[in-house]
């Protein structure tokens, strides 16, 4: 069985401040890790994902995150925050099997950004 | 591209009542599912499918009937709604990679 764990429900920063979201998954099978980014009252947009090879992966928006399977951590970072980043963030893990894998998500991380 | 459509945007139902949530997709995704999102709960599976005329349960399926009858589409049912069926309602689909949401319908019963 697959799970994440996101801690702290609620992140601040400061606008220019390095931002760190937290992901830690357990997975009996090699995973694939996603993070997705959640506007208000939209659906969920993928930020970035994990699948094989390099395991420092960049996404959209200037954020990327680290894959240590040592760690079993797939931490979001950003190294300056803007303003337009406020929103609620999901990290989230499917294992590698044949046919459909079922996607679990974590509770989410909202981001505030402080001017 | 639309991608995943949902309709409607917010539904307000009396205890009881019935009625379905809309979603399709134009990307020609054979997965399709639907997800609940609560407050401090992420987002929980309700039903899935695989394709076409093949459906499954996911996590939280008690109240929920889903059917696919094409590709495009993937329509939620709620047989009798209850109070605890309040929620946000996510569709997605996929080819098998990273899943494409729609905009979500807010749904409260009263």
């Known amino acids: 069985a697959q799970s994440v764990t996101q801690l702290g429900s609620h992140v601040s920063v400061s606008e220019g401040a390095l931002v760190l979201l937290r992901c830690n998954y357990s997975?009996?099978?090699?995973?694939?890790l996603f993070w997705y980014v959640q506007y208000p009252n939209q659906g969920l947009q993928l930020l970035l994902k994990y699948t094989t090879g390099a395991t420092l992966v960049k996404g959209i928006n200037g954020f990327e995150a680290e894959f240590k399977k040592s760690e079993t951590s797939f931490h979001l970072t950003k190294p300056s925050a803007h303003m337009s980043d406020a929103a609620e963030y999901f990290c989230?893990?499917?294992?590698?099997?044949?046919?459909?894998?079922?996607?679990?998500f974590g509770t989410g991380t909202k981001l505030q950004v402080i001017p | 591209n639309a991608g995943v459509t949902q309709t409607p945007k917010f539904q307000v139902l009396k205890t009881g009542q019935s009625m379905t949530l809309q979603c399709a997709q134009d990307?020609?995704?054979?997965?399709m599912s639907w997800y609940r999102q609560d407050p401090g709960m992420g987002l929980r599976l309700i039903h899935y499918s695989v394709g076409a005329g093949i459906t499954d349960q996911g996590e939280v399926p008690n109240g929920y009937n889903v059917s696919r009858s094409t590709t495009e589409d993937f329509p939620l049912r709620l047989l009798s709604a209850a109070p605890s069926q309040t929620s946000v309602y996510f569709c997605?689909?996929?080819?098998?990679?990273?899943?494409?949401f729609g905009d979500g319908t807010r749904l409260s019963i009263l």
């Open positions: 989230a893990v499917k294992e590698r099997s044949g046919g459909y894998q079922k996607v679990t």
């Open positions: 997975s009996s099978v090699p995973p694939y």
């Open positions: 997605a689909s996929s080819s098998g990679g990273p899943q494409h």
């Open positions: 990307m020609n995704h054979e997965y």
